[in-house]
């Protein structure tokens, strides 16, 4: 099962990365579970300096930005 964490305080990009890793993560059919984490102690703890951050099975993959959902596929892959 793969870990998809979303961090970010909540945002609107936040809630589009949320969106597209939980929509590629369905047509890719694997098994996943999808958390978020507001807290910005943690979010900094992951070294990240920008949100939404997607991080999978503990690997940040993108920070910044919210990439197209083929992109999330190939991240989630």
Known sequence: MKKIQILGTG???CSLL???ADKAA????IAYEL???TDLGE?????VMFTPALVVDG???VAGKVPAIE???KLLA
């Open 11 to 13: 945002c609107k990009k």
């Open 18 to 20: 949320a969106e597209a």
């Open 26 to 29: 369905k047509e890719l059919g």
């Open 35 to 37: 958390s978020k984490v």
């Open 43 to 47: 979010i900094a703890s992951w070294g």
């Open 59 to 61: 690997v940040v993959k």
């Open 71 to 73: 992109d999330v596929k």
